[in-house]
């Protein structure tokens, strides 16, 4: 069966850390992007971080310098190390896999791009 399924969200004091993973089943997953989002209460869909299927990696610009994104060389599982958050990192993580590379796209695709999406995990930043 194909999926994503995403693990390691939680509560956490501004400051902290909190490390997400997912896991893919049922597909080529080296032939797919991978790629977390977020979504807060009352807002867009936001692309957060991820690695596409040529390696190559990209950030949203609010975690720029604060997230480290990571592809294990199975290419089914992706590892999001997020450090010094913010209460505004309080949103639902999701994990989504797109067929292909960004090759059309500067940096992350859009998550319309996207057809196989995790259940997602709640990450609470407390100020």
């Known amino acids: 069966q194909v999926g994503l399924v995403e693990s390691g969200g939680g509560s956490v004091q501004a400051g902290g850390s909190l490390r997400l993973s997912c896991v893919g089943s049922?597909?080529?997953?080296?032939?797919?992007?991978l790629a977390w989002f977020r979504q807060a209460p009352g807002k867009e869909r936001e692309g957060v971080a991820g690695?596409?299927?040529?390696?190559?990696?990209a950030y949203g610009d609010s975690v720029k310098g604060r997230f480290t994104v990571v592809r294990d060389k199975t290419q089914k599982t992706l590892s999001l190390q997020m450090n010094s958050l913010k209460a505004e990192d309080t949103a639902m993580y999701y994990c989504?896999?797109?067929?292909?590379?960004?090759?059309?796209?500067?940096?992350?695709?859009?998550?319309?791009?996207?057809?196989?999406w995790g259940q997602g995990t709640q990450v609470t930043v407390s100020s």
């Open positions: 989504a896999a797109a067929p292909g590379s960004w090759a059309y796209w500067e940096g992350l695709a859009p998550s319309n791009m996207y057809d196989i």
């Open positions: 049922g597909a080529a997953y080296s032939a797919y992007s």
């Open positions: 690695v596409d299927s040529v390696g190559a990696v």
